[in-house]
Structure formats: structure tokens, C-alpha cells
């Protein structure tokens, strides 16, 4: 079985641009999540979508959004870009999203922003 | 915040010693994971123990849970250099799991 597929794997935008990042979960997993990984806040999470549907948010401004597509392939955007956007973004596919799961990340997207 | 926070943020051991990394958190949880993650990689599920349970095993790791005292340990028997790496707790509550900062461990060969 695949795994969790980010692309790309390193992106390079200037400020005030936008960016879209696409994340194919493993086949069957329903529940893809996202966050944003920096030196100093750690692990944050965005938003969870599953079965299309955004389930959970995270405490990001509205220029951080994404969508599930009906195959479960999900994607993030972040417009009007800033410094501080720069990092790793990660996203993690599971089975339901359930509190019991594991889940199973991909490799992430670099984002740099200059 | 459910938000696990792990100690030390950094420890550095000779390849064939135990390392051991503690977690706490604030809140009651459903159960507590813990991820590894290579520089630069995404994240990769090690372990889940549930919050009725005191101890799981896996290998050369070995989980505890306190669950009145808020916190849990992961400790990895007789390192090896590929086992360098940043370790993260995971607290699972009613919210998507939170992560700690995370424990760089560094195994010298």
C-alpha cells in the first residue's frame, strides 16, 4: 500500500503570493489532517477534513484553508503569504480520524518564503 | 491545552545506552502516542498506550503512563545510531492529537 504523498517537497514563494499544497492519503483513509511544523512553535495543528467535510480547526487567520475532494485527496492553501509561513507542512492521513487511531504522515511540503 | 511537553528538549547518549524521555500534559486524555521523526521528514507512529494502561512495550521501547500524575515516558533500550532523532508525545482528548515540541535525540556511534 502507497503512502501518505505530499507534493511538492520544497516550494519557494515570495511574499504576498498564494500556495497550494496537495496531499494524497493512503488508500481507504477517509481522515486527512494537516500542520504546520517550525523551529519554535513545534507541531500546529491546521484542520482535519473528512469525508469531505472540515471537522476541526486549529487556531490559524483565514488565509490558511483547505478541501477533501471525494477521493479523499486533500489540499491546502495559504494566501497573501507572509515571513513567518515558512515551514514544514505535514499532513497525516487515518482510517476514520478516530481519538483510537494512529496516524500516518507524509514527508512533507518546505515551504520558504522570502 | 492538552498540549504534551516533552523533557529533555535535547539529549545526547552513547550508542548502546538507554535514553528515556518524559512527556507531561495538562488534561485528561484517551490515550498518549509517541512519533519519530527524522530531520526534515514526516512523522512515524512508534507507539499508543491507552490511558487505563500503565505500560506497553514494542520492541526496545518501552512506554509508561501516570495518569495522576499527568505524564508518560518512553524509553529506548540499547540505542543504536539509527535511532537518532526527534521524539514527539501526542495526547488525544476530544480534540486532534497535540503535539510537544518534541526530545532531539542524538545516538553517538
Known amino acids: 500500500k502507497a503512502g501518505v504523498t505530499q507534493t511538492p517537497r520544497y516550494l519557494i514563494k515570495t511574499r504576498g503570493q498564494q500556495v497550494t499544497l496537495s496531499c494524497s492519503p493512503i488508500?481507504?483513509?477517509?481522515?486527512v489532517s494537516w500542520y504546520q511544523q517550525t523551529p519554535g512553535q513545534g507541531l500546529q495543528f491546521l484542520f482535519e477534513y473528512f469525508s469531505e467535510t472540515q471537522r476541526n480547526k486549529g487556531n490559524f487567520p483565514g488565509r490558511f484553508s483547505g478541501r477533501q475532494f471525494s477521493n479523499s485527496r486533500s489540499e491546502m492553501n495559504v494566501s497573501t503569504l507572509e515571513l513567518g509561513d515558512s515551514a514544514l507542512y505535514l499532513c497525516a492521513s487515518s482510517s476514520r480520524g478516530g481519538v483510537e487511531e494512529k496516524l500516518f504522515f507524509g514527508s512533507g511540503t518546505q515551504l520558504s518564503v522570502l | 491545552s492538552q498540549q504534551g511537553e516533552e523533557d529533555p528538549q535535547a539529549l545526547s547518549i552513547q550508542e548502546g545506552e538507554n535514553a528515556t524521555m518524559n512527556c507531561s500534559y495538562k488534561?485528561?486524555?484517551?490515550?498518549l502516542q509517541w512519533y519519530r521523526q527524522n530531520s526534515g521528514r514526516g512523522l512515524v507512529h512508534l507507539i499508543l498506550i491507552r490511558s487505563n494502561e500503565r505500560e506497553k512495550h514494542s520492541g526496545r521501547l518501552r512506554v509508561t503512563l501516570d495518569t495522576s500524575k499527568k505524564s508518560s515516558s518512553l524509553l529506548i533500550t540499547a540505542s543504536r545510531a539509527a535511532d537518532t532523532a526527534s521524539y514527539f508525545c501526542?495526547?488525544?482528548?476530544?480534540?486532534?492529537?497535540?503535539f510537544g515540541k518534541g526530545t532531539r535525540l542524538s545516538v553517538i556511534a
Open positions: 488534561t485528561s486524555i484517551n490515550n
Open positions: 488508500s481507504g483513509h477517509r481522515s
Open positions: 501526542a495526547v488525544s482528548g476530544n480534540t486532534p492529537l497535540v
